[in-house]
């Protein structure tokens, strides 16, 4: 009986140390093996839906990656009104990012839909 239950607790432990050491290689706490980093400097993001731009105006530190997501159910751009970037068209589902290194005001426009504007304000 004894003998039985130093195999018990022997089995026990082991498992144990498989269920750790299993977690470590890419364990869900980041997806396994999908993890991909966060991008440097701040991240911020706006959704392009119900044409309109979501939020309308965003305030970031310089040093700032933001990314637009289209949402909606058409094509459009995120385009600079100062031709500082061009996103290109958007179509459903596509994203487009812009790093924002210096400060000052961005304002920016659907070049598809006139009346879609927005402003990115860097500090």
Do not use: E, Q
């Amino acid at each position: 009986m004894k003998n039985n239950l130093s195999h018990l607790v022997v089995t026990v432990f082991m498992v144990s140390v498989f269920a750790l050491v299993s977690c470590g290689k890419g364990g869900s706490s980041y997806g396994g093996n999908n993890y991909t980093p966060p991008p440097v400097g701040n991240y911020n993001a706006v959704s392009i839906v119900n044409m309109s731009f979501s939020p309308a105006t965003l305030s970031v530190t310089a040093g700032t990656t933001v990314t637009w997501t289209n949402n909606d159910n058409m094509t459009h751009t995120v385009t600079s009104d100062g031709g500082i970037f061009d996103s290109g068209n958007l179509a459903a589902g596509k994203t487009f990012s812009k790093l924002f290194a210096t400060t000052g005001s961005f304002p920016y426009h659907c070049a598809i839909h006139a009346g879609m504007t927005g402003t990115i304000t860097v500090k």
